[in-house]
T-cell receptor, first 118, second 111 residues
Framework: KAGVTQTPRYLIKTRGQQVTLSCSPISGHRSVSWYQQTPGQGLQFLFEYFSETQRNKGNFPGRFSGRQFSNSRSEMNVSTLELGDSALYLC?????????????????FGPGTRLTVL | DAKTTQPNSMESNEEEPVHLPCNHSTISGTDYIHWYRQLPSQGPEYVIHGLTSNVNNRMASLAIAEDRKSSTLILHRATLRDAAVYYCILRDIYNTDKLIFGTGTRLQVFP
């Protein structure tokens, strides 16, 4: 079974631009979560989607948004990029707690997209 | 905010056991203890989880204190490939797929 894939793997943008990152979950997984990883703040939860609906959201400004498609693939968008948005953006998929039970629900992470904002 | 406390770093020699501690003094009855690790240049990967009893799988063992306020991840024979940052995470049984990562423990393994 193929793992979580993220595209692109590397991206360079300039301040003020916007960017869209893509995530394809493991086949059959319906929940997709996004995380931001920076040296200063570590791994921080951005948001989670299930059945095309945002089910949970972290403490990030509205410039960060996402969506999920009917095939469970997800995209996240960052508008008006700032230097501080430079980070590794990780996507994770899981079956769903309702189906698998919270005690065993495992998140499977992709390799991430390294975004550099100049 | 993360509700766990871990040492910033630990060292081990190859083929020796490693005990990675985690304190979670404010753990609630519905919190499961999960461990993930992040190898260099990769996304985090699941290692093990437990509620009250000690757990074993092919990767590691998890020892949970009787009062559940601390736990220890045990790698029985460390290999160079085990060099990673290990995260101890509490997940509420009613939580959705949100993992709250702390700073983790960076494990160095020497040949």
């Amino acid at each position: 079974k193929a793992g979580v894939t993220q595209t692109p793997r590397y991206l360079i943008k300039t301040r003020g631009q916007q960017v869209t990152l893509s995530c394809s979950p493991i086949s059959g997984h319906r929940s997709v979560s996004w995380y931001q990883q920076t040296p200063g703040q570590g791994l921080q939860f951005l948001f989670e989607y299930f059945s095309e609906t945002q089910r949970n959201k972290g403490n990030f400004p509205g410039r960060f948004s996402g969506r999920q498609f009917s095939n469970s693939r997800s995209e996240m968008n960052v508008s008006t990029l700032e230097l501080g948005d430079s980070a590794l953006y990780l996507c994770a998929s899981s079956l769903d707690i309702a189906l698998s039970g919270a005690s065993t629900d495992t998140q499977y992470f992709g390799p991430g997209t390294r975004l550099t904002v100049l | 905010d993360a509700k766990t406390t871990q040492p910033n770093s630990m060292e081990s020699n190859e083929e020796e056991p490693v005990h990675l501690p985690c304190n979670h003094s404010t753990i609630s009855g519905t919190d499961y203890i999960h461990w993930y690790r992040q190898l260099p240049s990769q996304g985090p990967e699941y290692v093990i989880h437990g509620l009250t009893s000690n757990v074993n799988n092919r990767m590691a063992s998890l020892a949970i204190a009787e009062d559940r306020k601390s736990s220890t991840l045990i790698l029985h024979r460390a290999t160079l490939r085990d060099a990673a940052v290990y995260y101890c995470i509490l997940r509420d049984i009613y939580n959705t797929d949100k993992l709250i990562f702390g700073t983790g423990t960076r494990l160095q393994v020497f040949p």
